[in-house]
């Protein structure tokens, strides 16, 4: 039986309606054409409630002087300053506590992650009730926690809590003993990274003879030592000081001197980078344990040594599946930042609110700070996709 | 024999929990010998050819490797590790890295040879294996077989006293089987002490110098291939043996 010819034949023309090419084409068009409409009608709408409203929706009062005050200031700050300027001190407030947060809870996050998965008992116990506390209790009320409660009993200035630094801690802040630099330092801090540089240099090169060539190059030594000699360098050029130690002390009512983090400061990247380190736990916790356990046999049964088993064989391949979330949650740490404006410290958020309050210009406020987090949470996932896809693996 | 056994085992226990997986083993292993272990399910037979080289920690009994004894004594293990390689049922290649690369590891690492030595003894393995031709290609990329031959390869370059093979040809599709037990058979050949945990029984045959039967976390039986298959002793031996070969 060789019958070529098909019982329903498509010799005649298909019509166009049953045309699986057109049909395509038609329900892309479709759906374009009303997506556009909706947005024209939307954007038409907006424009006349606007204009019924008297709303004006340009930002020339940018320029006009803000007449509010910022409580803590990160830059030269007067009422009497424009809106932008008290838009960039918010800003960068947003990028300080967002940055400090992003380290201090990935740092805090790992170790988090690898004492939950350590043999000890006690240790794997402690970090499952840290990582079970922070992870489930809202970010807010953790805020309020710190910012009410644990502030809200430290002693008031004249019976300051000291700890050794020394550190004091009252009611108005957080004093930290900072060194500050001299004349000088700047010499000793250009020598010390140049010093990084150097050994860094030397870490990879001596480490990479040590693989082409299999002769011990003492690279971890060697690297160290270079560094503390320009470290020790730039001390003695700098004449002995380059920084000096910036205490505290009590003058009249107040503490001078020293790093002084606000009450709301501290608050904030305690709770946020606590709240999220949780969650990079979880995280990290999750990559480690992905990595299949035969890996790990198969890198034991070679010879490798516990660090080397980590380093080479655990770590790269837990990376791939850690970064992805990763990236989540510090945007979600930067977006979460906004909570601050529940205990007055200004970022962007509460400084646009009030903004908002003086000068009436909801939307273009508005637009500018969803602009703002656009732009932070764009930039962040940007640069570490580009790191993501380094990594992730070469096959298929 | 007035030879020392490179491996020595006696009376090794081994529990998981309440559950006692291995029940007093005891085996010598001379240089150059082929020892394949098979038994059913459950058996412990994998257990203990894991409890050579510490990837089981046995609970009694002593094991020693080329003299030197298996304790928790740290630096005895990993140079257990380092006198004998392992192959894995699911090969356990490592994903991120190239097929040279997962060869070359170990040596430029553990044995601290200079990466041009390493790659040319990785070299030199993988055209015994017969895949010289992949060596850049990445694990996934790769058949299983082809996976199961680097895996030899990657054990070998560390050049060890004494291979370990935990069913090898159990995960792969029956067309790929013959290339792998082909390479094993050199190798065996080639005066390879081997420990081989297996049901390819043609393989036993052909191969090994004494065939051990594991049952219930002990050795049933033991000898010859002639012996256990013309002339079992044990009946628990005679039935296993009628179910894997009749099919």
Partial sequence: MTNNQPSISSKDKIPFYRDERIIMIFAQVLSTVMIIGVLIWAIINFFKAAEARNMTLTFGFLKEAAGFPISNPPIDYEPGMSYIRAFQAGLINTLLISGIGIIAATIIGTLTALARLSSNWLLSRIALVFIEFHRNIPLLVLLFIWYFVVFGFVPPVKESLQWPGPIFVNKRGVYLTWPRLTETGGIFIILVVIGFLVSILAFTMLRGRRKITGKETYYIPTSLFLLMIFSLGGWFLSGGTPFQLDIPYLKGFNYQGGLRLTPEFAGMFLSLSLYTAAFIAEVVRGGIQAVDRGQLEAARAVGL???QVL???IMPQALRIIIPPMISQYLNLTKNSSLALAIGFQEVFAVGKIAINQAGRAVPI???IMLTYLSLSLLTSFVLNIYNRRIQFVMR | MTEEPIIY??????????FHALRGIDMEVFLGEVIVIF???GSGKSTFIRTINRLEEHQQGQIMVDGIELSHDVRNIERIRMETGMVFQQFNLFPHLSVLQNVTLAPIWVRKWPKEKADKVAMELLELVGIPEQAQKFPGNLSGGQQQ????ARALAMQPKIMLFDEPTSALDPEMIKEVLDTMTDLAESGMTMIVVTHEMGFARAVADRLYFFDEGLIVESGTPE??????QEERTKLFLSQIIQH
Avoid: M, T
């Fill in chain 2, 9 to 18: 085992c006696k009376d090794v226990h081994k529990w998981y929990d309440d």
């Fill in chain 1, 305 to 307: 040594s516990q660090f």
């Fill in chain 1, 311 to 313: 380093s080479l064989v």
């Fill in chain 2, 149 to 152: 031959r680097v895996a030899i």
């Fill in chain 2, 39 to 41: 038994g059913p399910s």
């Fill in chain 2, 227 to 232: 012996e256990i298959y013309n002339n079992p």
């Fill in chain 1, 366 to 368: 508005f637009a500018l």
